[in-house]
């Protein structure tokens, strides 16, 4: 099994399904049947947590796929090939996602997959999960297959916009991690929190310079509507920001 792992902060994994971002792996297995996210925990699946900026376990020493319980985690993957300059496509993953998917079809598949913030997730061998989603949980196979669909939709409309202007695609991306990873601002509820990435992040997802970014996002917070801290968005009128998506 994977190595790190603080259980320090245990997680509910009854009712873990519940709640999570639409389109994402477990919503769709929460629409689908609640009673499959039960009889994946019955397989002896348990939660595992990983700090913040470790590498969750992937490859062909650990061909693991993992479902994110908690937490924010960025993806690279290099399809050029690795080394200095060369380009990589870089990709945010929060709770409900299923990742590490491609190890279900070659178990020597790696994509670099780091904890932006403390992180829990359930890791499952790909060919024990192949192999419960085949003969036993028809229901969880649907549900990622869907949730896989969502995903490149999504990902099309957010980070491959090239044509865009910087403004709007910073704008577009800051308002999906809104929706998919924020959290209400302990302060004030009107406020939404996103704790993970940081400029450097959004500039690598969106295949922008950083002083493109640091500008597009000096404008945001000029209109009032974002706070910038470290590692740290606060989206302070969602409205707003989904105005500048629209620009």
């Known amino acids: 099994m994977p190595p790190a792992i603080d259980a320090s902060r245990p997680t509910d ?12 792996f477990l919503h769709h297995l929460n629409l689908r049947s609640a009673g499959t996210w039960h009889q994946l925990l019955q397989t002896g699946l348990h939660s595992r947590a990983f700090a913040r900026d470790e590498l969750l376990p992937m490859g062909p020493k650990h061909p693991y796929v993992y479902i994110v319980l908690e937490g924010v985690v960025r993806q690279d993957r290099y399809p050029l090939g690795t080394g200095a300059g060369i380009p990589a496509i870089t990709r945010f993953r929060g709770a409900g996602q299923l990742v590490g998917e491609a190890a279900l079809i070659e178990p020597t598949s790696c994509v670099d997959t780091r904890c932006l913030t403390d992180t829990v997730v359930i890791p499952c061998a790909a060919r024990y999960f192949n192999a419960l989603i085949e003969r036993r949980l028809y229901e969880a196979r649907l549900a990622l297959l869907r949730s896989l669909e969502d995903r490149s939709r999504t990902d099309e409309v957010v980070y491959g916009m090239a044509i865009r202007p910087p403004l709007e695609r910073v704008s577009r991306l800051l308002a999906h991690l809104a929706d998919t990873v924020g959290v209400p601002d302990p302060r004030t509820s009107r406020h939404t929190v996103i704790t993970g990435p940081g400029q450097k992040d959004i500039a690598a997802a969106l295949q922008l310079a950083v002083s493109t970014t640091e500008n597009a996002l000096r404008t945001l917070r000029h209109h009032g509507v974002i706070e910038a801290r470290y590692r740290q968005f606060v989206v302070r009128d969602v409205d707003s920001l989904s105005h500048f998506v629209g620009a």
Request: proline share 8%; hydrophobic share 25%; glycine share 16%.
């Open 13 to 24: 994994l009854l009712h873990a399904h519940e709640g999570k971002p639409e389109g994402s």
